[in-house]
């Protein structure tokens, strides 16, 4: 068994209206889904991806409107990396984001910057050879677009105590000082890198990380789930999130990991033409559909009019 890299990454909004202008508009992303919170159908469950809604560029939030803002700290991830396809691209989203009066930080090979809730980003190169995941968007020429994930970076006070898991359990493989790992599978590839924690303690809120999804073949995620538990962690057991099943468990250093299926995906109940463009509501809250639809926070276009 092996895990095909970043399945998709869930993050906190208290913001809605705000996050999809940042990631439709501004960063070019397609809403692959429009839903609300399993739990609590009165917020959003946002998804942002690529063209086909592929796992491996997908970017979801959950709004907890009026949430205070959050800070990463140990046991948390701190940076998402997505890749672009050359340096040209760096620059063209340093002068973007700064049109936008966000901030940016050019490296020799990365553009670092953080969304407007302090969730951070980077861009790299794409050395990877994996297949380009990218949406259309009227403000990014194609040869720019973000191309899907390279990998996440979190906080550990202590990343040895993680190894074990990642490289008996999950398959990942590591670099020297095993600081740095990656999932690679027959497809894609995602890396999981450490940095020191710092001394103030996390805390969780709007602009962090809730969890990091690593793609699993659908006929394995049994599997993967009694993997996990005979390596002795808890699991939630499987989860079915009607575009994709699920298990949920934290690694050691505290990160909370899920391993999602592949399939069946965004296009389970949605053409791929029309993804994210209606409320998608779970069976159970379709009676209460008025009422829900009322009660959510109005958003901006979650698709540019000039893309068909
Ligand atoms: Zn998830």
Not at 51 to 64: M, V
Not at 92 to 112: H, I, K, P, T
Not at 149 to 166: E, I, T
Not at 255 to 265: I, R
Request: proline fraction near 6%; charge should be negative.
């Amino acid at each position: 068994m092996q895990l095909e890299g970043i399945h998709h990454i869930s993050s906190i909004t208290a913001d809605a209206a705000r996050n999809v202008d940042f990631y439709v508009r501004v960063l070019g992303l397609r809403m692959v889904k429009k839903t609300v919170n399993q739990d609590d159908p009165s917020v959003y469950h946002l998804f942002y991806a690529d063209e086909q809604g592929s796992p491996g560029a997908d970017l979801t939030f959950f709004e907890y409107p009026g949430a205070r803002a959050g800070r990463a700290g140990a046991g948390m991830i701190h940076t998402i990396v997505l890749r672009v396809g050359a340096e040209a691209s760096l620059d063209f989203w340093r002068l973007r984001l700064a049109d936008e009066q966000v901030d940016s930080e050019r490296g020799e090979r990365s553009l670092r910057f953080a969304d407007p809730e302090g969730l951070g980003y980077e861009l790299i190169v794409d050395e990877s050879g994996d297949a380009p995941l990218a949406a259309q968007s009227p403000d990014v020429p194609a040869e720019h677009a973000i191309r899907g994930f390279a990998g996440v970076r979190a906080y550990s006070a202590d990343p040895a105590r993680s190894a074990s898991l990642l490289r008996e359990t999950l398959g990942f493989r590591a670099d020297d000082d095993a600081d740095a790992w990656e999932a690679r599978g027959a497809r894609r590839g995602g890396f999981y890198a450490y940095d020191a924690a710092p001394e103030q303690r996390g805390i969780g809120g709007a602009g962090t990380v809730h969890h990091v999804a690593w793609a699993a073949y659908d006929a394995e995620i049994e599997a993967w789930d009694e993997r996990v538990r005979a390596a002795g962690s808890h699991t939630s057991g499987l989860v079915d999130r009607y575009w994709f099943r699920s298990v949920y468990f934290r690694e050691p250093s505290g990160v909370l990991f899920e391993l999602a299926t592949l399939g069946p995906g965004f296009t389970a109940d949605e053409p791929l033409e029309t993804l994210g463009q209606s409320l998608v509501l779970p069976p159970r809250f379709e009676s209460q559909r008025a009422q829900i639809e009322a009660n959510l926070t109005p958003l901006p276009p979650t698709r540019p009019a000039t893309v068909s």
